[in-house]
């Protein structure tokens, strides 16, 4: 159910969630989600993120024990450049990069967003 708040004030109450005490497990893969993330998706639908995202994540817990997944809206340049809205980075806790995902559209409401994927868990970064 999407909710019609102003990114701001998304971005303030995602800002309270701290250590989950309850995480939504997928079906479908061995990996869970915090209710942070839980929140985020329900307020603005961003199910495809959380489901590509902990897909993504758990293919690369062999390489790392980390992942930080980055979400970048292109820019106009870059859209007319490539055809890509945004892509989706995953990196090691050190910065390298293991795997980067385009989309031709991403129905997001920020530029820049970041989560943390770590013990098969995809967190916000104010519950890691």
């Given at each position: 159910m999407k909710e019609h708040i102003s990114n701001m004030e998304l971005r303030q109450r995602l800002e309270r969630f701290g250590r989950s005490t309850y995480y939504y497990r997928f079906s479908d893969i061995a990996s869970c989600y915090s209710e942070g993330v839980d929140f985020l998706a329900d307020t603005i639908g961003c199910h495809w993120l959380v489901a590509d995202a902990s897909t993504i994540g758990c293919s690369l817990m062999g390489k790392t024990d980390r992942v930080d997944v980055e979400?970048?809206?292109?820019?106009?340049?870059?859209?007319?450049?490539?055809?890509?809205?945004?892509?989706?980075?995953?990196?090691d806790k050190n910065g390298k990069l293991l795997q980067r995902q385009s989309y031709l559209s991403a129905d997001f409401p920020f530029d820049r967003f970041k989560l943390i994927y770590v013990h098969r868990i995809l967190m916000l970064p104010s519950e890691y």
């Open positions: 979400f970048v809206r292109a820019s106009d340049v870059e859209r007319k450049r490539t055809g890509f809205d945004a892509t989706v980075s995953y990196t």
